[in-house]
C-alpha cells in the first residue's frame, strides 16, 4: 500500500512540472506523458531491485530448516515430526 501511495504522490507532482512546462510551450501533452510514463517506470524498476535486495538480506540472516526454507523456532514435538503434527499429537 505504502508503494502506491508514493507513486501516486509522485504521479500528480510530475503530471504538475509537465503542466507548467505545457503552459510555458516548453513540452507539449504527449511529451508530458512520454516523460511520466518514463519516469516512473524507471522508479518502479529501481523500488523492486532494493525492495528484492532488502527481502534477499533479511532471508539470508535467518535460520534454515530441512527444506531451505526459514526455521520455525517452536516446538513441533521433536526431531521425528519435522512439524507435520502439534506437539503432543500422535501419528
Known sequence: ?????IFALVRHILTALGGV?????TLDDAGV???????LA???VIWSA????????VAADQ???WLG?????SDHGGPGNRGYFP?????
Open 1 to 5: 500500500m505504502k508503494r502506491q501511495i
Open 21 to 25: 512546462l505545457v503552459a510555458r510551450g
Open 33 to 39: 506523458q512520454t516523460i511520466v510514463g518514463a519516469i
Open 42 to 44: 524507471i522508479l518502479g
Open 50 to 57: 532494493t525492495h528484492k535486495v532488502q527481502s534477499e538480506s
Open 63 to 65: 535460520p534454515q530448516n
Open 69 to 73: 526454507g526459514a526455521a520455525d523456532k
Open 87 to 91: 506437539k503432543g499429537n500422535s501419528r
